[in-house]
């Protein structure tokens, strides 16, 4: 794994990206890097921290690992959050499942045409 600084441009990072990890420990509401992960298609392994407020609310009773429309795995501890990367950087079939998820929980969540009809 590779622990990125600074970077001018965070998409073509993030497209090159097997996994993004977010040990989130604190926050509230919409995590903006998780979202543009998602957004190039990279899945994500983060807290329930990291989790609030993105999830499609229609499937949420999921528990840790095990989450059924989640764009990566949400983990409850330190030893979750280290197998569920290793996993989701080495199992091909998991990791273009998650991506497909991210992919519709992108469409389904922060589509932009559904946000500014709601604005208007």
């Known amino acids: 794994f590779l622990v990125h600084g600074h970077v001018e441009d965070l998409d073509g990072i993030l497209k090159k990206s097997r996994v993004l990890l977010a040990p989130l420990r604190f926050g509230a509401g919409i995590k903006g890097k998780i979202v543009d992960a998602w957004r190039c298609g990279c899945p994500v392994i983060t807290t329930p921290v990291g989790a609030e407020g993105m999830r499609d609310m229609s499937n949420a009773g999921v528990t840790s690992g095990t989450e059924a429309s989640w764009g990566g795995r949400i983990v409850m ?32 969540l922060f589509d932009r045409n559904k946000n500014l009809s709601i604005v208007d």
């Open 77 to 108: 501890n330190e030893d979750e959050f280290v197998s569920n990367a290793v996993s989701m950087y080495y199992d091909k079939t998991l990791w273009y499942e998650c991506q497909g998820q991210a992919r519709s929980l992108v469409n389904t």
